[in-house]
């Protein structure tokens, strides 16, 4: 949405510094029309930040599953590569703890796009079948304003859903959020305005676009997590069992792959529906 706002402004205004959340080489050179990033982007004024979605959407499948959910769902919204790593990787974390919990044979994933940002009449039926007829249990709702459809079936049965992004327990409705795969876009703004405060912008930031990921074992300090405070822990996964599994992630005990040329291999059954419109 501001891709074209950050190109044209940041030449516009040379003394303002510019802290582009989730925009890529690719959305500059878009934006501008050309090829060469270098012409699209003022080094000097403008820092970029693309996120690690493959492990946030990890965390949150496999909290899930460790969390006792066997039917689960994946609505994403376009089939843009930020969405297909987040679906990839909560495949990806829905297998691994399946498989620590020996119930492979009981778990399953409902997957599809929306083609769209946001829900709408038709979404919502498909996701009153879901959770209705096919028996989900919880949906990871990943794509803008799609979340809307997905919790709008969820709270006729009672069913759940995982936000995207940022904590969306507050929209989506604290009942019915399991938890949120999320973007650490607080300590990313953060460690860019003191960057700016003790004089390092120009050399850490300036002219950067950084694919953020984990930095540490502490899971508020990393720039994907689940959120700490509204995540409906339970005696099946706590957070110290969270705290863990952020340690063997960033410790490189469990990899996740951010390939997204194909469904993620599984011993668990995915249903890969394409898009749903």
């Known amino acids: 949405s501001f891709e074209d706002v950050i190109y044209k402004a940041q030449k516009k205004y040379p003394d303002v510094k510019f802290i582009a959340l989730d925009m890529s080489e690719g959305d500059l050179t878009g934006a501008a029309g050309v090829d060469d990033v270098t012409q699209a982007y003022n080094t000097e ?28 769902g994946f609505l994403g919204g376009m089939s843009v590569p930020a969405v297909i790593r987040y679906g990839f990787g909560y495949v ?6 399946a498989e620590e ?22 979404i919502t039926a498909a996701m009153d079948t ?30 759940k859903v995982i936000g995207v992004d940022s904590d969306q327990s507050g929209i989506i409705g604290e ?40 930095v540490s074992e502490n899971p508020e300090d990393n720039y994907v997590q689940l959120p700490m405070d509204t995540t409906q822990w339970d ?6 069992d969270y705290k863990d599994l952020v340690s063997k992630l960033y410790n490189g005990e469990i990899t996740v792959s951010n390939d997204i040329t194909a469904l993620p291999e599984t011993e668990i059954a995915v249903n890969d529906y394409g898009s749903i419109k």
């Open 175 to 214: 009942d019915i959020t399991v938890t949120s795969a999320m973007k650490g876009l607080a300590p990313t703004v953060k460690t860019a305005l003191d960057a700016i405060k003790d004089g390092n912008w120009e050399s850490d930031y300036a002219g950067k676009i950084d694919n953020l990921g984990l």
């Open 101 to 122: 919990l020996g119930v492979t044979d009981d778990v399953t994933v409902e997957y599809a796009y929306g083609g769209q940002f946001y829900g709408d009449a038709d």
């Open 235 to 240: 005696d099946n996964f706590t957070v110290d």
């Open 45 to 72: 004024n403008t820092y970029c930040a693309i996120y690690q979605e493959e492990i946030p959407g990890y965390m949150a499948g496999y909290a899930a599953v460790k969390m006792g959910y066997r039917h689960l």
């Open 92 to 97: 990806q974390g829905i297998n691994a703890a």
């Open 130 to 159: 879901w959770y209705s007829t096919n028996g989900v249990e919880v949906v990871f709702a990943c794509g803008g304003g799609i979340y809307t459809s997905a919790a709008e079936a969820a709270a006729k049965v009672d069913g």
